[in-house]
């Protein structure tokens, strides 16, 4: 995941959606503290800020230092830069120790991790027996761009990430070793709604933040052809009316298990 975002952090800052605020507050229910989070893979600190609207301190991590020079400012979120060469040891003590931490969540980002390390890290830090774990993704249903989006895929699936393939299954087959508390289990993620509403430049610029994009560019591609742009703009209806779309997310909430041998 490092360097992956670097060259559009700025973009990625000002394009990438929030979180519908009822998802924190069913979170927060489900720990009995509220001292300190945890947002692995921060990015630019979209989901921290909402999270520090409920716990004490946020602690938030990502692997890139020039993803978080453009994160948000919060006077309970405390952002660090945590290369990939970072220790398991180094992270937990990073994070205040085993069993500091009430609540994990990873905000479209876990499927870039390696997940047995991060893993390992979450069952130490979480308090026992309640911390909870959160992870989700989110797709938008672009039916109504349903010719231009087809073209669009095609395009982009030579610059893909096989770490992206999590994301594209609506994370079913992530692995997640960790006991359901009700919403979602290994295998089988609760999905839920959010909406988002943008004209189609703001929709261009929100997609050219997305890994795929990145590397084309990098590679001097542009994906967004003339022909894939006229087609688009043919079934938006123009460049200036705003769009709602309907975006699924899908959510892995859980806690440590008892065994904690059952977790690799």
């Known amino acids: 995941m490092a360097g992956v975002f ?43 800020i909402s999270v520090a609207e409920h716990y004490d301190q946020v602690i938030a991590t990502d692997v890139s230092a020039t993803q978080l020079k453009h994160a948000a400012e919060h006077p309970k979120v405390r952002y660090l830069h945590t290369p990939i060469s970072t220790s398991e040891d180094e992270l937990v003590s990073k994070l205040g120790g085993d069993n500091s931490i009430d609540l994990i969540i990873s905000a479209t980002a876990v499927h870039w991790f390696d997940l047995p390390f991060f893993y390992s890290v979450a069952n130490r830090v979480l308090k026992k027996p309640h911390g909870i774990i959160a992870v989700w993704t989110y797709g938008i249903d672009m039916q109504h761009l349903k010719n231009s989006s087809k073209m669009l895929l095609e395009a982009v699936l030579p610059y893909s990430d096989p770490r992206t393939r999590h994301l594209l299954e609506g994370y079913k087959k992530l692995p997640f070793p960790f006991e359901s508390v009700g919403y979602g289990s290994e295998g089988s993620p609760v999905e839920l709604s959010m909406e988002i509403e943008m004209t189609l430049v703001e929709f261009v610029k929100s997609l050219k933040t997305v890994s795929a994009f990145v590397k084309a560019e990098e590679q001097g591609v542009e994906l967004f052809s003339d022909e894939i742009l006229k087609e688009m703009k043919k079934e938006w209806g123009g460049t200036t009316g705003r769009r709602k779309f309907s975006s699924i997310s899908y959510m892995l909430v859980g806690k440590p298990k008892s065994d904690q041998s059952q977790v690799n």
């Open 6 to 48: 670097d060259k559009t952090a700025e973009q990625y800052a000002q394009r990438r959606p929030g979180y519908p605020k009822e998802w924190f507050s069913m979170l927060v229910s489900l720990t009995p503290e509220h001292k300190v989070a945890w947002d692995a893979g921060t990015g630019s600190g979209q989901a921290a």
